[in-house]
């Protein structure tokens, strides 16, 4: 076959792939940390909506952040896999069993043997990693990052842009929610621990 007549693989530009990753970080990964700092709000009530929509707004904005001080020109794909699937087993953990993941969690998973362990895998984990982790990690494989290869100071300038985003997606959503925030996280200190997939790089370091 004539190798002009093979479509080439699709790209995505550096800053979109890490801002889709952060995207569906947020909605896929923190169901159990929505649900509990929206618990005794109504659905329809516009208070609960904004206070979400900061939230939203900080996980973005912090995962943001690590992707653009971390994410260089060859990890970047390796990484957004890594946290992808990290991000899928912590996520139904946290949302099978109502546990956080703090250090003495990671802790006590690292400690635990094999025949314990295998009393915690399951159809739901088989799923849940299927559907969250392989068939993005798939889709992640299948897409070209093209900006990564040019390096040099466009992909300073690009990192840099992201990193600004993310300050600026923090601040916002703090000046913006800061009166509910601010008992939230004083009054249910464990949420921190839910934000998923950076709750389990804090255990880890």
Not at 46 to 73: C, D, M, N, S, T
Not at 116 to 138: F, G, K, N, Q, T
Request: proline share 4%; charged share 15%.
């Amino acid at each position: 076959m004539d190798q002009s007549t093979v479509a080439p693989r699709r790209g995505l530009g550096y800053v979109a792939a890490v801002l889709a990753a952060c995207l569906y970080w947020t909605l896929a990964f923190n169901q159990r940390l929505f649900a509990a700092a929206l618990q005794g709000r109504a659905v329809d009530e516009p208070a609960a909506w904004a206070l979400g929509l900061a939230i939203a707004a900080l996980l973005v904005g912090v995962h943001l952040a690590l992707l653009a001080l971390v994410a260089g020109q060859r990890s970047l794909k390796p990484l957004l896999i890594a946290l992808t699937t990290v991000g899928a087993l912590v996520a139904h953990y946290v949302q099978a069993f109502h546990v956080v993941i703090d250090p003495s969690m990671l802790r006590n998973a690292l400690r635990t043997d094999w025949a314990e362990a295998r009393e915690l895998l399951s159809p739901r984990l088989a799923l849940d990693m299927l559907l969250y982790a392989a068939l993005p990690v798939a889709l992640l494989l299948a897409l070209r990052i093209d900006d990564t290869r040019s390096g040099g100071w466009r992909l300073v300038k690009q990192r840099l842009a992201l990193l600004a985003l993310a300050i600026g997606l923090i601040a916002a959503a703090l000046a913006w929610q800061f009166s509910a925030l601010a008992p939230l996280v004083r009054q249910q200190r464990e949420l921190r621990y839910l934000a998923t997939p950076i709750n389990a790089l804090w255990a880890a370091t």
